[in-house]
């Protein structure tokens, strides 16, 4: 995926003097009293903005906050807080501009100002085609660095770099394209996928675009208990799709005709009760009782998973195997990420990607033994489901130019 970089045109000096809008993602978590819970999006932003100004240009920020009615902007969908913080991380003054679609933005260079919530703005959503001239029209330079969005074609992310004199990728949005066109597009094989979950139906376009590239498929959670009813096993109250059972196979059969596998559990934690004090057991696969549940791989999967990861080039990770938030569910998980962790250091490329991916990765303590971590939970499924992202494609279009 070619596109053209930020990066790239502050080496130019093609970024001196220019009103640069930058697109990111500042739609950080907050509690009640509208603190911040969670910094990880804003600190990944700051790259970005520190760059443009490094390179002389007067920065403008644009991002949504939660889901706020077009048309309004109520205190608690304005970004008032979030400026103040990234203020203090990006080391320089931030203001914040309300009236920017009507007065415009006065700024100099060296100086960054905030855009109110975008998502205010009547035809955001929509992809307004006058909305998104009249972002374009703010500046010189757009930035698109909000992969988390990259997903929706809206006029802040789509519909302005359309009509932007230039437009290109900040570094968070550059390193998301180039990790996953190395996971996927580009992969060195074997190439294993991890894929986990509650419910095949939810992941089911993702399994089948996968199946078509990978060596090694390994599935966790309700989507293998689905699996495993797929190859005549029962399992119990375990969650699981019976529906499903014919697109698993499907799944098995296009596995099957290009020589990968798809290892299903061979033995499993079970237990009576989806708690983590009650008692449970570890079992061969045949043997979960009808009034068993499956709430995590035995650890002679655990064992055999972690040998198809021990010899992977490439590895792509999206779901935990088991419950791991339970104590007595998270072994397969945690033998997994150790796996994953070894063969990044022995020299696989490994991604993860997906909000309970992500928990997980931190939970194990593999965060920096981990390739690449997408910050884009949609955006990263759907690049796994095979589909074009709106925000990005235009950038590759503009690039072609």
Known sequence: ???????????????????????????????????????????????????????????????????????????????????????????????????YLEEGVQIKPGQVVMLENCRCNKGEKKNNEELAKA?????????????????????STEGVARFASVACAGPLMASEIEALTKAVAQAEHPLVAIVGGSKVSTKLTILNNLAQKVDQLIVGGGIANTFLLAAGYKVGKSLAEPELVDECKKVLETLKAKGATL?????????????????????????????????????????ILADYVS????????????????????????ELAKAIAQATSDGAFSIAGGGDTVSAVSVFGVADKVSYISTGGGAFLEFLEGKSLPAIAVLQQRAAK
């Open 311 to 334: 010899k992977a080039k490439t590895i792509v990770w999206n779901g935990p195997v088991g419950v791991f938030e339970m104590a007595p569910y998270a072994q397969g998980t945690a």
């Open 263 to 303: 290892p299903l559990p061979v033995d499993v934690v079970a237990a009576k009760n989806f708690s983590p004090e009650g008692p449970y057991r570890t079992c061969a696969v045949e043997d979960v009782a009808d009034d068993e549940m499956i709430l995590d791989v035995g650890p002679k999967t655990a064992q």
């Open 135 to 155: 972002y374009a029209a703010l500046c010189d330079v757009y930035v698109n660095d909000a992969f988390g969005t990259a997903h929706r074609a809206q006029a």
């Open 1 to 99: 995926m070619q596109v053209q970089t930020l990066e790239s045109l502050a080496k130019q000096g093609a970024l001196a003097g220019k009103r640069v809008l930058i697109r990111s993602d500042l739609n950080a978590p907050r509690d009640e009293a509208g603190n911040i819970t969670d910094e990880t999006r804003l600190i990944a932003s700051v790259p970005a903005i520190r760059l443009a100004l490094d390179a002389g240009a007067a920065v403008m920020v644009m991002s949504h906050l939660g889901r706020p009615t077009e048309g309004e902007c109520r205190p608690e969908d304005s970004l008032a807080g979030i400026t103040v913080r990234m203020s203090e991380l990006v080391g320089v003054p931030i203001t914040l501009s309300r009236r």
